[in-house]
């Protein structure tokens, strides 16, 4: 891991390697987010790590402790807008869905209900985004729409108009419309309407591999593929 620092009105640019001497749990880090405390979390291959520009702190699964993180392998972060409640979230590799408690340090898995069933359409999950009355989840086997107040899931597939069910990247627009992409092409699910639109660029499966999604200032969506940017 590498913490950059830019220098005002110099060409000079300071790399600091944060490594598994500084206490980093494992070296291969899949995503990156900043709490509203300020705080630095790194999803990795074994545990969560929480890094306050100084030491890190290190959270992992610890059997039968319900209120430890569900899963060591992480693929994904998100900290909620502070008008949702800055919650941060994590997406594991094989248990789904936690929501990290900060007043007392301890993680609440959303992948099962009450009865302890399964309510996530996969407990893989790659990506996750919020908007104001819904936090959207995808994973390997679907998206999922969860209500804040209710907890309630609702389930997109094929069969509902995914491109593909298995979602690589999630992100909203300006209009707040989500965009979905996906491993055989891009979905915009129009908030209003309900509806879900596929765009598919072609019939090159390379370019319709959606790994990468940003909605610019100005207004343009950028795409990237396994056969370049679009």
Same mark, same amino acid.
């Given at each position: 891991?590498?913490?950059?620092?830019?220098? %005002?009105?110099? *060409? #000079?640019?300071? $790399?600091? #390697?944060?490594?598994?001497?500084?206490?980093?749990? +494992?070296?291969?880090?899949?995503?990156?987010? +900043? =709490?509203?405390?300020? /705080?630095?979390? /790194?999803?990795?291959?074994?545990?969560?790590?929480?890094?306050?520009?100084?030491?890190?702190?290190?959270?992992? &699964?610890?059997?039968?402790?319900?209120?430890?993180?569900?899963?060591?392998?992480?693929?994904?972060?998100?900290?909620?807008? *502070?008008?949702?409640?800055?919650?941060?979230?994590?997406?594991?590799?094989?248990?789904?869905?936690?929501? $990290?408690?900060?007043?007392?340090?301890?993680?609440? *898995?959303?992948?099962?209900?009450?009865?302890? +069933?399964?309510?996530?359409?996969?407990?893989?999950?790659?990506?996750?985004?919020?908007?104001? !009355?819904?936090?959207?989840?995808?994973?390997?086997?679907?998206?999922?729409?969860?209500?804040?107040?209710?907890?309630? /899931?609702? #389930?997109? $597939?094929?069969?509902?108009?995914? %491109?593909?069910?298995?979602? !690589?990247?999630?992100?909203? =627009?300006?209009?707040?419309?989500?965009?979905?992409?996906? %491993?055989?092409?891009?979905?915009?699910?129009?908030?209003?309407?309900?509806?879900?639109?596929?765009?598919? $660029?072609?019939?090159? #499966?390379?370019?319709?591999?959606?790994? %990468?999604?940003?909605?610019?200032?100005?207004? /343009?969506?950028?795409?990237?593929?396994? &056969?370049?940017?679009?």
């Amino acid at each position: 891991l590498w913490n950059i620092t830019f220098f %005002a009105q110099r *060409p #000079h640019i300071k $790399f600091e #390697h944060i490594s598994l001497e500084d206490g980093l749990s +494992q070296s291969s880090v899949y995503d990156i987010a +900043q =709490d509203n405390k300020g /705080f630095m979390w /790194f999803a990795t291959l074994d545990g969560l790590n929480k890094y306050d520009g100084y030491t890190i702190t290190v959270y992992r &699964n610890k059997t039968g402790d319900s209120t430890s993180i569900s899963d060591n392998v992480i693929n994904c972060l998100y900290v909620d807008k *502070p008008q949702f409640g800055g919650s941060l979230w994590i997406g594991s590799r094989g248990e789904g869905l936690d929501r $990290f408690n900060q007043l007392n340090e301890t993680f609440e *898995p959303y992948s099962k209900n009450d009865s302890n +069933q399964l309510v996530i359409s996969s407990k893989n999950v790659t990506s996750i985004v919020g908007t104001e !009355n819904y936090l959207w989840v995808g994973t390997t086997n679907g998206l999922n729409r969860i209500d804040r107040k209710t907890r309630e /899931f609702k #389930h997109y $597939f094929e069969e509902q108009g995914l %491109a593909d069910n298995s979602i !690589n990247q999630i992100f909203t =627009d300006g209009s707040g419309n989500l965009w979905i992409g996906t %491993a055989s092409g891009l979905n915009k699910y129009n908030i209003e309407t309900e509806k879900l639109e596929t765009i598919r $660029f072609g019939n090159n #499966h390379l370019e319709n591999n959606i790994k %990468a999604c940003l909605y610019s200032i100005d207004g /343009f969506v950028y795409l990237g593929t396994n &056969n370049g940017l679009v």
